[in-house]
């Protein structure tokens, strides 16, 4: 199985190291996740995926994933390929400006049945 992400749609949105948010979707299986958001600084990107705030006991709040894979591997080597087709599309797409996203070349981040377990 040959997993690969489309991106939907991008929304350059910049504070900290947050660069903007992007819907994609991962075939197979044929999952959209809305609001992955990407973040860049001193050279490195990464994308967490959407999360909402949960109140703890003692009254403080922290931002709990609504999704993650069951294997941690597999989660980054996922997290890896949205990065790079992230990448890609930015660099691809008019208009897009001010985007940390680097133009570099980047290993085939293609995964087998074995690396993420869909």
Same mark, same amino acid.
């Given at each position: 199985?040959?997993?690969?992400?489309?991106?939907?749609?991008?929304?350059?949105?910049?504070?900290?190291?947050?660069?903007?948010?992007?819907?994609?979707?991962?075939?197979?299986?044929?999952?959209?996740?809305?609001?992955?958001?990407?973040?860049?600084?001193?050279?490195?990107?990464?994308?967490?995926?959407? +999360?909402?705030?949960?109140?703890?006991?003692?009254?403080?709040?922290?931002?709990?994933?609504?999704?993650?894979?069951?294997?941690?591997? +597999?989660?980054?080597?996922?997290?890896?390929?949205?990065?790079?087709?992230?990448?890609?599309?930015?660099? +691809?797409?008019?208009?897009?400006?001010?985007?940390?996203?680097?133009?570099?070349?980047?290993?085939?981040?293609?995964?087998?049945?074995?690396?993420?377990?869909?």
């Amino acid at each position: 199985m040959n997993i690969k992400v489309k991106i939907l749609q991008w929304k350059e949105y910049h504070k900290n190291s947050l660069e903007g948010y992007a819907d994609i979707e991962v075939t197979p299986p044929g999952i959209i996740i809305r609001g992955v958001r990407l973040f860049g600084k001193d050279g490195r990107q990464w994308v967490r995926y959407p +999360a909402r705030p949960v109140k703890k006991p003692d009254g403080t709040t922290v931002w709990e994933n609504i999704i993650s894979l069951a294997d941690f591997g +597999a989660q980054k080597r996922l997290e890896a390929l949205i990065v790079s087709e992230l990448k890609k599309y930015l660099n +691809a797409t008019v208009g897009i400006v001010g985007s940390s996203v680097q133009n570099e070349e980047e290993p085939d981040n293609s995964s087998n049945e074995d690396d993420i377990p869909f």
